[in-house]
């Protein structure tokens, strides 16, 4: 699977490299990946790029922990109480509708410009679709176990570690995966609406300065975190299936 992503992806490097020259494509609209490859060098040289690589990360390590923990809480609770799910669901829904670019600039005004409003940016973009996802499982899980739970009188922590825990990993794993690509965007929003460092800053610097190597540069960074996250999440539901199912 890796050979075949690596191979795809040299592939595209490759016709990238081949389509700048041919087409006599302008450097300043698309550079070749060598003038890219220059650009993240000399960030890494002269502009602490690792530096800003580790904010971001823990913007989003940090908010997708977060939002992931409150979401599952909330699932189990919402799961036996129906009605705080009621009470609830308008202010979620509200929340999550709410465009996340216009709940940016008011987590700056309360909370500066420091890594605390893009880590709740992102636990808030990262609440709903693994709290769904949990309670998905929970809620529609084969209606046996909970009558197998109920006649073993199994205590509620057995209940969840035994049943519906295992019965959830499916839908929770699904959800999460969706979570971290909409972490990856709330962590960038919030550094490009107010931010001195992260990878988001070094994106807003490129695009002022017309330098089209720098965002690309970025741009490629942020997607290699997100595979990197994908894969990683992927390793950890393969593990919970092990251990659960």
């Known amino acids: 699977m890796l050979k075949r992503n690596l191979i795809g992806l040299f592939g595209i490097v490759a016709l990238w490299g081949a389509a700048v020259p041919l087409f006599d494509i302008p450097a300043y609209l698309l550079p070749g990946p060598w003038a890219v490859l220059q650009s993240l060098i000399f960030h890494f040289q002269r502009s602490a790029l690792a530096w800003h690589i580790y904010v971001t990360l823990t913007e989003i390590l940090g908010g997708f922990l977060l939002g992931a923990a409150v979401g599952v809480v909330s699932a189990i609770l919402f799961s036996r ?93 699904a959800g999460a995966t969706v979570a971290t690509t909409l972490a990856m965007t709330a962590a960038v929003i919030g550094e490009l609406m107010g931010a001195n460092k992260g990878i988001g800053f070094l994106l807003a610097n490129g695009q002022e300065n017309a330098d089209a190597a720098t965002v690309i540069g970025m741009v490629i960074l942020l997607s290699f975190m997100g595979w990197a996250f994908f894969a990683l999440l992927d390793y950890g539901r393969r593990r919970m299936e092990d251990r659960y199912l």
Do not use: C
């Not at 799910?85 to 309360?110: E, V």
């Open 81 to 173: 109480s129906p009605l705080l799910l009621r009470l609830s669901t308008p202010l979620i829904l509200l929340l999550q509708t709410t465009p996340k670019i216009a709940i940016a600039p008011l987590l700056l005004l309360w909370l500066g410009l420091g890594a605390a409003p893009k880590i709740v940016l992102v636990a808030i973009v990262t609440f709903f679709p693994v709290m769904t996802a949990m309670l998905s499982g929970i809620v529609y899980m084969n209606k046996s176990y909970a009558d197998l739970a109920g006649v073993l009188r199994l205590s509620a922590w057995q209940r969840f570690r035994h049943i519906e825990l295992p019965a959830a990993i499916p839908t929770l794993f």
